[in-house]
């Protein structure tokens, strides 16, 4: 908020402008009282009162006008320079004893304030504009009651120890500083011509009139003008109590009420006004209203009997009270202002105070003079003021306490997050429609929203009593999702009475943590209701909640700390949009609300050690060789290596990691995190030239390694000798052996004892979630490795959405066979376990079968995450027998295209489904996937989470889209085109090549989309479908081909079950490029080109050559290694370039 420019500028002004017309006052008042005049019996104090208050009642409509045609700014600036002179003339008056200069002074003065007042306000709303209005609204409140008391403490030790001069030169000091803060004012206001003033009616107050009756109109603006007149009624009347003291100089003495008045309400009111300020962050919290005047109410009754000096304290709760209802009445009236009119609104908004003021002034009088009521009396009309106020707050808004009452109880679980607030207006009917995760999504979405809201909600049988009563409160829509057509009805009939209405289209509450189709049809509700507005909204952190429909495990796991909920709102849609379009909006939107939760998080290593400290001895990660490890030991060995670690690259911020999955692996990865350092986890599959490339673009100086991985690389043909001598190099062996006992048994004790925050203070390198955290290369399939930069941002936000999607929980073991080299082997199989605390199985080889189900077994392994090749690899093994799968409960796979044959094994040997989902390292990897099919409340209804085929919906807090690669234009449903992925798990970008990065990220409306170069579509569920590689198609005649579409036809043909295959396009002299067959099996060439003719593909996919080899090249993620194949089939047939 300090960022805005002129904010400075802006408040320094309002603190002279407040200071000055104080001192002006309470110095007058002073002077009189001196000469022997009374408050309550000298007219000369009733003229002084009139000459502040009278100008903005007498020139609304005029300073409204000024206020509304003219640049604010330069109001400010004319009416702070005019003030020049008068303050001069009240200063002449004040030295020369003169009353009637003084008084002329005063009139002056606040002529000119009444002009700037509205002014200022409109321009502090243009200043810190909508999102920072609550704040700028507090601070000026703030600044506000500071200048006051400032300007009348100061003012009365001034007078007391007759310090006139300098109180005088004071004053004209201040009023100069506050023209020298007008000028530094940024121009941001603009001039309307068209605005004239109708000075014809301004003498019958006809203009007036009406200025007041369409500002009335309006209800919000009426509800925040009257409760600021009844605040500001409230400080007149705490001013005319202990106006006698203050005006005879005994401000300060020790027993003074006036002493404890001022300065108890004083702080008071300014911690108020943080409370407010930091409860209407997000929105304008007006639930503190009827909380704030029914506190008031019982503190002013109260304030007579309690002695002092313990009368303080409740002078402090009372200006407490008063700053918590004062500021989102003044937030309120400024947001439901429009540029047009926003002069005139403020001026009513000053005329109504005033006028308030002087009726109660009159009666304070009377009171005092005609009817003998001791001062100490007003406080009992004061309360009965304030209690009139809480009685109307309490009819006008009554869910106003009621969403302040769920607030305080929830908040004690649940940290709110609010964005797009501004998106809902305050007044006219409006159709809210979006997600529905929880029971309590109604108390959410109605905590976050600045006005009341009607819910279309289905009730549930056996509801609790209270629950019962609070939806009755909330006037609630009763929905029967088997005859909708009463609610819509009822529905419609609120909307045509101007109310917000919410309703939740998917019917029932996601049971997988996805949206699924929006079935209920709302567009009943709104047929024919004149300027409705219909806006998404999107709710995050629920699911997984006691409240919600999750997993038992599951909520299990995620219940462990406090939940952060995020509720989003989304600009206003079309009418005739469809509920496709509107789900689509809804996806989008959760970008913003995940990207705001996903803010909220803490770096990976952080998040982690906490982790740690709910999961003690639990088991963390088991090996092969039996040297498990549990949460506490790993994080014992990891900040232990962290130290040595740290010392040995000192200076250097990326660390390369040579070890396959494993604990030593896992242990270094951490240790580098904890550290601050960006990991970069070496592909052992690539060739030491690779490598060696991969480390030097990656600015790697250093290598962690094994010595036993070494020697089985070597064993392999590979050629280490060619990377290691070019690096430094550290082998664990040998980083254990320098490891004191000693050291290990502090660090033990340090990860039992100490709290986690202590940890992190002490041995963690402060990172944020903008730093990256590890780079990974791409894996070169259609080129040179690109290295990837992923962010904490990006894996802890991927490792959240992953999460509430796979749902896992405690109980459950992953499969860690993936490399750490690998997008998903380092982003799911390894850090989401330790971050969410399930365990992990480490199987450093892949295509060791026997080891993996061995794991798979021993260990309960309940998840696996795997590529389509390895699936096929274990499936085919005679050793895997399936009770060693028999404790997995879900099977995700991606990286390459599911054959059938695979899913037919794993069913017919394993009976387990496999999920088949979508990513790219480039997206930290998952973007999609398929989930379990669930079953609808009715019993009747399944929704359908597992598309075979697809590669699933997008996660939550992501959102896919098909567009035209040339025009970037987006398709329609179950168009191909190029898919693009946007959410928070995008990359920060390639390293060192900002070229490539420009071309892979697409920026549309503020978001980052990252163009997977991928060829696809999306059907009316949302789910994926993926066609091909758009690098490859071969182009033949003219006509494109799908590579894929030919690998995918022939891999469904029984023929080829046991050949492995992949479709390349190669130089053709005829046709520009002709379709080659690799593949690896018995079969002869010229028995897999009869086979081809019997699979019935289209004479322009059949292939025009078949190449043998002995292995099919693969990627060390276990995708195919088109680039390789190409080149051998390319040699093979004798064709160069």
């Known amino acids: ?42 007219w000369q104090f009733y003229v002084l009162h009139l000459l502040f208050l009278l100008p903005c009642v007498l020139l609304l409509t005029p300073a409204g006008f000024m206020s509304d045609k003219y640049p604010k700014e330069r ?8 003030s020049l002179p008068v303050v001069g003339l009240f200063c002449a008056g004040a030295y020369l004893g003169n009353l009637y200069m003084m008084m002329g002074g005063v009139g002056l003065f606040f002529i000119l304030q009444a002009f700037q007042s509205p002014a200022k306000n409109g321009f502090m709303k243009e200043l810190m504009g909508v999102r920072f209005l609550a704040s700028g609204s507090g601070t000026l409140m703030i600044v506000t009651f500071c200048a006051m008391f400032f300007a009348g403490v100061a003012l009365a030790f001034a007078v007391r120890e007759d310090l006139v001069q300098p109180v005088l030169y004071t004053l004209g000091a201040l009023q100069l500083l506050g023209f020298i803060f007008a000028l530094r004012l940024p121009s941001i206001g603009a001039y309307d011509k068209e605005l004239k003033f109708p000075w014809k009616y301004y003498w019958t107050s006809k203009y007036a009139r009406r200025k007041m009756a369409k500002a009335w109109k309006n209800r919000a603006l009426r509800q925040s003008i009257v409760g600021q007149a009844m605040f500001w009624v409230m400080i007149f009347l705490m001013v005319f109590v202990i106006q006698d003291q203050f ?199 109605q905590m976050a929203s600045p006005r009341p809201m009607r819910f279309v909600i289905t009730r549930r049988p056996f509801e609790k009593w209270y629950v019962k009563l609070l939806l009755s409160q909330m006037e609630t829509i009763d929905l029967d999702i088997s005859n909708p057509g009463p609610a819509m009805e009822e529905a419609r009939k609120a909307l045509m009475r101007g109310e917000a209405v919410v309703m939740f289209p998917e019917n029932a509450m996601t049971s997988t943590g996805n949206m699924s189709r929006f079935r209920l049809d709302y567009s009943k509700a709104i047929k024919d209701v004149p300027r409705v507005k ?240 590890t780079i990974i290369f791409s ?87 795997a590529t389509g090749t390895f699936l096929r690899m274990w499936g085919l093994n ?22 059938e044959d695979v899913r037919q094994l794993y069913r017919n040997k394993f009976k387990l489904e496999i999920f088949e989902g979508f990513g790219c390292t480039e997206t930290t990897p998952v973007a999609a996937v398929n989930t379990k099919d669930v079953l609808m409340d009715d019993y009747k209804t399944v929704i359908e989470g597992n598309k075979p085929g697809t590669v699933g919906a997008p996660l939550p807090g992501t959102q896919i889209r098909i567009v035209d690669p040339d025009t970037m234009e987006e398709l329609a449903v179950g168009e191909d085109g190029l898919i693009l992925i946007g959410g928070a798990q995008i990359m920060k970008g390639y390293l060192k090549d900002p070229e490539r990065t420009a071309q892979a990220i697409a920026v549309i409306n503020g978001k980052r989309w990252y163009k997977t170069g991928d060829k696809g579509h999306v059907d009316e569920d949302g789910y994926l479908t993926i066609v091909d ?74 292939p025009g050559a078949v190449v043998k080899v002995d292995v099919l090249p693969k990627l060390g993620s276990g995708k195919s290694d088109v680039q390789t194949g190409k080149k051998i089939a390319m040699e093979r047939l004798g064709i160069t370039g």
């Open 1 to 42: 908020m300090k960022k805005v420019k002129g904010f400075f500028s802006f408040f320094g002004l309002a603190f002279t402008q407040v200071a000055v017309s104080t001192a002006l006052i309470a110095y007058a008042e002073l002077i009189l009282n001196r000469m022997g005049y009374t408050p309550t019996g000298s």
């Open 75 to 82: 109001i400010l600036l004319w009416t702070t320079l005019l």
């Open 247 to 445: 005006s005879s100089g005994s401000l300060f003495d020790k027993d003074s009420l006036a002493n404890y008045a001022i300065f108890g309400t004083g702080i008071g009111l300014v911690a108020g006004f943080f409370f407010a300020m930091r409860m209407s962050r997000n929105f304008i919290e007006i639930g503190l209203i009827p909380m704030g005047t029914a506190g008031a109410s019982i503190l002013i009754f109260l304030i007579p009997f309690i002695p002092r000096p313990y009368n303080s304290i409740a002078f402090a709760l009372l200006g407490f009270c008063g700053g918590i209802f004062a500021l989102p009445m003044f937030a309120t009236m400024l947001y439901n202002t429009k540029p047009r009119s926003a002069g005139h609104v403020l001026s009513l908004s000053n005329v109504v105070q005033n006028l308030s003021i002087i009726v109660f002034d009159i009666l304070a009088i009377v009171a005092i003079r005609y009817l003998a009521l001791d001062r100490m009396n007003l406080f009992f009309i004061l309360g009965i003021v304030c209690l009139v106020g809480t009685v109307w707050a309490l009819w006008a808004m009554p869910q106003t306490l009621l969403r302040q009452l769920l607030r305080s109880v929830l908040s004690v679980h649940y940290k709110f997050l609010v964005n797009g607030v501004q998106n809902i207006p305050w007044e006219g009917p409006v159709l809210l429609v979006g997600n529905h995760i929880s029971y309590i999504d109604w108390a959410m979405i």
């Open 534 to 773: 219909l806006l998404p909204f999107y709710v995050q952190g629920l699911w997984g909640s006691s409240y919600s429909m999750a997993d038992a495990g599951f909520k299990d796991l995620v219940h462990s700390g406090g939940r952060i909920v995020t509720v989003a709102f989304g600009e206003e849609l079309p009418l005739d949009s469809s509920p496709m379009m509107v789900k689509r909006a809804v996806q989008e939107l959760s970008i913003t609300a995940w990207t705001t939760y996903i803010r909220s998080l803490r770096p990976v290593a952080s998040a982690w050690i906490r982790t740690v400290k709910h999961v003690g001895s639990g088991p963390s990660v088991y090996s092969p060789d039996g040297n498990h490890l549990s949460a506490n030991a790993l994080a014992t060995a990891a900040l232990s290596f962290a130290g040595i670690i740290d010392k040995l690259t000192k200076g250097e911020k990326q660390v390369g990691v040579l070890i396959p999955p494993s604990g030593p692996g896992i242990i270094v990865n951490m240790a580098c995190l904890i550290k601050g350092k960006t990991v970069y986890n070496l592909n052992y599959t690539n060739t030491p030239e690779t490598m060696d490339y991969c480390c030097g673009v990656a600015d790697v100086k250093t290598l962690i390694t094994a010595r036993v991985f070494i020697e089985k690389l070597k064993q392999k043909g590979l050629p280490m000798e060619k990377l290691l001598d070019n690096y430094k190099v550290y082998y664990m062996e040998d980083l254990k052996e320098q490891l004191h006992k000693s050291t290990l048994v502090k660090n033990f004790l340090r990860v039992l004892i100490l709290p986690a925050w202590y940890l992190e203070l002490r041995f963690f390198k402060k990172v944020t979630l903008d730093d990256v955290a």
């Open 779 to 865: 894996s070169g399939s259609e080129g040179r490795p690109k290295g990837v930069e992923l962010t904490h941002q990006n894996l802890i936000g991927n490792i959240k959405q992953c999460e509430s999607v796979l749902l896992p929980s405690a109980e459950d073991v992953f499969l860690g066979s993936l490399p750490l080299f690998h997008a998903f082997g380092f982003s799911i199989t390894t850090m989401l376990c330790l971050v969410e605390g399930v365990p992990v199985a480490t199987c450093p080889d892949p295509t060791d079968a026997r080891l993996v189900s061995r794991m798979c077994a021993q260990f309960k392994v309940s998840i696996m995450v």
């Open 878 to 899: 005679r050793a895997v027998h399936p009770l060693m799968f028999s404790h997995v409960r879900a099977i995700y796979a991606g990286a390459e295209k599911i054959r």
């Open 1029 to 1102: 590689r758009y690098s490859r198609f071969a182009k033949l005649g003219g006509e494109m081909v799908s590579l894929g579409s030919v690998d995918f036809k022939i891999s469904e043909c029984s023929l080829f079950d046991e050949i492995d295959h992949f479709a390349v396009a190669v130089p053709d002299g005829s046709k520009g490029e002709k379709i080659v067959l690799v593949y690896a099996g018995e079969k002869s060439e010229d028995e897999v080109k009869d086979m081809l003719k019997q699979v019935g593909l289209p004479p322009l996919m059949l």
